[in-house]
């Protein structure tokens, strides 16, 4: 029997940790450590180094655990128990020090996720839930907001860098959205945009070219703040689907309407 909430505490002490060493890194950064992983996609030497930080002491955690990981530092598969690991979402701010970016752990048992820890190093702030607890930010209970209507919301999301085949409807949504929300943000961390969703600072997130890494551990804080999370089509293939809607549960039906609406069209 895996004891949620200590698991839940240790790893919001090494994603600090990690988060610390990054920031400090940071001050070493340079050009030639800077790899091309494909078109707009990189990863400095410090992603590396920090997955394999994280990877060394999930392992001391849960010897039995498998991994899924952006970095590939390690490859152990188990249906049963997974990490799933970014260990710097948002490796393009980090590079031009732009200060967003986030380390984000979570652990999946089953089909489903049970500890969620996403670390915003800039602003030292560790967003975390486990199974069976509320949201917290650094100890205090977090929650989504109760905005009900889309001409009353923040959102936020992500612009396509790597994958434009949705372009089209993703400028059409984007149009729309301006016109009938507050705003739009685009931070350039998913995992810091679904922790914000959780705490109230916006109200709901979308974006499509996701992998599992960068959504698991900020979605599932969002559910355990009283949100709601889906795919583009409404079903909860938003995990391995590569797309996302997340909002509080009141707002979710008409945001989720609204980009099925423009993003189904031919």
Known sequence: MIDYKYICSEVCTLAKEVGNYLLHERTKLTELKVETKGIHDYVTEF???SERRIVS????????????????????ANDKLSWIIDPLDGTTNFIHGFPVTAVSIALKENDEIVIGVVYELWNKECFYAYK???????GKPIRTTSCQKLNDSLLATGFPFTNFSKLPQFMKYLEWSMQNTRGLRRLGSAATDLAYVACGRCDGFYEYNLKPYDVAAG???????????SDFSGGNNWLFGG????????????????IKRI????
């Open 243 to 258: 797309e996302i809607v997340s909002a509080n549960t009141a707002l979710f039906p008409e945001l989720l309407e609204s």
């Open 132 to 138: 069976g607890g509320e949201a917290y930010l650094d």
């Open 57 to 76: 002491r999930l392992q001391q955690l849960l010897p039995d655990a498998g991994f899924i990981t952006e970095e590939n530092t390690i490859q152990i």
């Open 47 to 49: 992603d590396k180094e």
């Open 263 to 266: 993003f189904n069209e031919n």
């Open 219 to 229: 979605a599932f804080i969002v559910q355990q703040a009283g949100g709601t999370n």
